[in-house]
C-alpha cells in the first residue's frame, strides 16, 4: 500500500501548516500544505519520529512535498514533520498519523478496498479449484471475509482453505468432489462497509475447473516422477593423464530410470578402463589411467516413461609436466 502526504508549508514564522486539502485513495491517503515565498536556495525535509527521512521528496518549481510509505502499517504510526529552511529562518508543519487518526485511515482504506473487489473467479489449480477475488488492498485487523457455500458458512478444514494477502481474497477446494458444487458466496466487511460477491461453480464452469484441476495434477505427477539428474557432475573436470578419474552423480525418477553414459554424444561401451557403478540414486562413472583420448564432453542419460534428462560434464586430460587448461588461462 502507498501512503503519500504532500506538503507546501507557509515561510513565516515558527508554527503549524494549514490543511487546505485531503482525500484517501485505495492505495494510500494525501495531505496537501502550501508552500509561499521560497527560493532555489531552500531546503526541504521530512522527519519521522525526529528522525530524518532521507526518501522524502520536493518540487521546488511547485513547493510540493511529497512523502511515500509502502505498505502502510501499524509499524508506520508516529509524528511526522515537514520542515522548509534556507538563511530567513525555518517553518515546519506536523501531521500526528496516531490513535483514532490512523485507525480512521486504516478504516477508509479498508472501505475501498472492499468496494474494489472482483468478480469472484473460479480457477483449477493443481491440488484442486481455486475460487478468488482481487482487491486493491487488503488489512486483516480492518477488514474481514466469510465465505458460504449454499448460504452454509465454510470453516477452514482439511480440504477447504481460505486465505488472503494484500491483493486478493481467496478459498482453495482441495480434492474437489461433485458436493462441492454449487454457490459460493464472499462477505466483505470494512466497518459499516459490507459486501457480497457470489458465483456458481456448477455446470461448465465445474466441468472447466476440474479439467484444467487434472491437467495440471498430470504435469505436476510427470516432473515429479520424470528421470532426472538431480546435482553431482561438475562443468568441467581436469586431470593428469594415467590418473583415474572418477565422476559421481545423483540420479532421481519412478519408475527408476534407465542409466548410460555418453562421450561426444556417442554411447561408452564400458570395457577394459570404463566402469559404472550404480548404487540406488547414486550413479559412478570411473576412468583408469586416463589419456589424451579420454578427453572430451560425457554426459549420463537417464530416461523412464515419465520423460529424460542428460547432465553433462566436460573433461580435459593433461601430460605430465603441463599446466591445466584452466591454469594457463590464469
Not at 288 to 305: P, T
Request: aromatic share 8%.
Amino acid at each position: 500500500m502507498d501512503f503519500y502526504k504532500k506538503n507546501r508549508v507557509g515561510q513565516g514564522s515558527r508554527g503549524r501548516g494549514k490543511t487546505i486539502s485531503k482525500n484517501s485513495e485505495s492505495r494510500g491517503q494525501q495531505r496537501r500544505h502550501m508552500v509561499t515565498n521560497t527560493k532555489k536556495e531552500t531546503r526541504f525535509q521530512w522527519f519521522f519520529q525526529r528522525a530524518e527521512m532521507p526518501d522524502g521528496q520536493y518540487d521546488p518549481e511547485t513547493g510540493t512535498g511529497l512523502l511515500c510509505i509502502e505498505e502502510l502499517s501499524k509499524k508506520d504510526e508516529g509524528i511526522y514533520r515537514a520542515m522548509v529552511s534556507d538563511d530567513r529562518g525555518e517553518d515546519d508543519t506536523i501531521l500526528g498519523l496516531t490513535g483514532d487518526a490512523l485507525d480512521a485511515i486504516f478504516t477508509e482504506l479498508g472501505r475501498i478496498g472492499a468496494l474494489s473487489a472482483t468478480p469472484l473467479k473460479i480457477q483449477g489449480t493443481e491440488e484442486g479449484i481455486r475460487i478468488f477475488s482481487k482487491v486493491k488492498y487488503y488489512n486483516v485487523e480492518y477488514m474481514k471475509t466469510t465465505w458460504f457455500h449454499k448460504d452454509k458458512r465454510l470453516e477452514s478444514g482439511d480440504r477447504i482453505r481460505t486465505g488472503t494477502t494484500l491483493d486478493e481474497i481467496w478459498l482453495h477446494i482441495l480434492d474437489p468432489k461433485d458436493s462441492d458444487k454449487g454457490k459460493y458466496t464472499l462477505e466483505i466487511a470494512a466497518g459499516k462497509e459490507v459486501r457480497q460477491l457470489s458465483t456458481d461453480l456448477s455446470g461448465q464452469a465445474f466441468e472447466d475447473a476440474m479439467a484444467e484441476h487434472q491437467r495440471l495434477k498430470t504435469l505436476a505427477i510427470i516432473e515429479k516422477n520424470r528421470a532426472k539428474v538431480v546435482r553431482g557432475l561438475p562443468d568441467v573436470a581436469t586431470i593428469m593423464e594415467d590418473k583415474t578419474l572418477c565422476l559421481t552423480c545423483i540420479v532421481s525418477g519412478d519408475p527408476t530410470p534407465e542409466i548410460s553414459w555418453l562421450k561426444n554424444d556417442q554411447p561408452v561401451t564400458f570395457l577394459d578402463r570404463y566402469r559404472m557403478e550404480v548404487r540406488g540414486t547414486e550413479v559412478t562413472i570411473t576412468i583408469e589411467k586416463v589419456n589424451s583420448e579420454d578427453s572430451g564432453r560425457y554426459g549420463v542419460f537417464v530416461k523412464n516413461k515419465y520423460g529424460s534428462e542428460t547432465g553433462q560434464v566436460t573433461i580435459s586430460v593433461f601430460k605430465h609436466g603441463d599446466e591445466p587448461k584452466e591454469l594457463k588461462s590464469m
